[in-house]
């Protein structure tokens, strides 16, 4: 249950190659900080790779869809949607424990608007259901911009479409956009307790979640497409605190890259050209604010370097 959770932060580390990590939703061009020159993702995307991964290949139920009801767009029809879908072990009238139901909202918080007129219309076995205005914080939340450990030069990219409409009429256009040759991308989240008590997130949720963070990020689900094809998952951390009034500073400072051969940032362009500096991290296992690091890694020379036979708090977690 929720009183298994730590308060934590978390570091997800994965790899782009010449794709479009997060574009911008206006201009579709990859977000930049011009000053820093490091390429950003928000928690928005981030929340996407996990939601599709939990739907798409974990078959659960989901309430931030574009598949659920009348899509993501008319959040009436999709509460009146999931009211009428309900298991038959789990059937409510209660809106504000439909919303719990879904697993993004016991992770990443929910809203519903609903005035009680439109509440009412809602049923569940012919009864009208109640509680139709109702929010929930998310125990689960990361940065809103998370930048890059390396710098990044855009490159640009001209693609050309070409369509027929019939035989003797065709068109076609040239358009242009900007893609990220390579980037080390560090996510950086937190999980409050308190907070998963009142959504009745899980032990068992936050598994899944860790799940559809590295998979749904590495190309299963909406990672798995023409603009983010090109992405591997490095590393996932978690920093779990001894007691919930206690905190570590600048955790997304904790591990960085070490260029090989005088490489700028911007010339690497696989993990040849670089390596991982964990001292930070593992400098953890001496904190007393800290319980345990729980990882997860498939490449070898990292796990060598983590592996808790010498790092006594850290301890390999399993997806």
Not at 25 to 47: A, C, H, M, N, W
Not at 75 to 99: M, R, Y
Not at 146 to 170: I, K, W, Y
Not at 265 to 291: C, P, W
Request: charge should be negative; aromatic fraction near 8%.
């Amino acid at each position: 249950m929720s009183n298994e959770i730590n308060k934590s932060e978390i570091l997800f580390l994965y790899e782009t190659s010449y794709n479009i990590p997060n574009g911008d939703p206006f201009t579709g061009e990859q977000r930049y900080d011009e000053e820093t020159k490091k390429i950003l993702v928000s928690d928005v995307r981030i929340k996407r790779f996990i939601r599709t991964y939990l739907e798409d290949v974990k078959n659960l139920s989901i309430y931030v869809s574009e598949k659920t009801g009348a899509g993501k767009t008319d959040s009436k029809n999709v509460l009146k949607w999931l009211a009428e879908h309900q298991p038959e072990d789990k059937k409510t009238t209660d809106i504000g424990e439909i919303l719990k139901q879904q697993i993004d909202v016991r992770l990443f918080g929910g809203i519903s608007t609903l005035k009680d007129d439109e509440t009412s219309k809602i049923k569940v076995d012919g009864k009208s259901c109640t509680n139709g205005h109702v929010q929930f914080t998310g125990p689960v939340q990361f940065a809103l911009l998370n930048p890059s450990l390396n710098e990044v030069d855009l490159r640009m990219h001209q693609n050309t479409t070409h369509f027929t409409s019939n035989e003797n009429n065709a068109q076609g256009s040239i358009g242009t956009t900007t893609l990220v040759p390579y980037s080390v991308m560090q996510i950086h989240g937190w999980v409050n307790p308190k907070v998963a008590d009142i959504t009745g997130l899980s032990a068992e949720d936050l598994k899944l979640m860790y799940e559809g963070l590295w998979y749904g990020t590495s190309g299963e689900g909406s990672s798995f497409s023409r603009s983010k094809v090109g992405q591997n998952s490095i590393l996932l951390v978690e920093i779990a605190y001894a007691e919930s009034n206690k905190k570590i500073y600048g955790a997304d400072r904790l591990i960085s890259i070490k260029n090989k051969d005088n490489k700028k940032g911007e010339n690497i362009r696989s993990m040849d050209d670089y390596d991982f500096d964990f001292t930070k991290l593992i400098a953890l296992q001496n904190d007393d604010r800290i319980a345990k690091v729980r990882y997860y890694t498939e490449i070898p020379e990292i796990e060598k370097e983590l592996n808790p036979k010498k790092n006594t708090k850290f301890e390999k977690m399993e997806l």
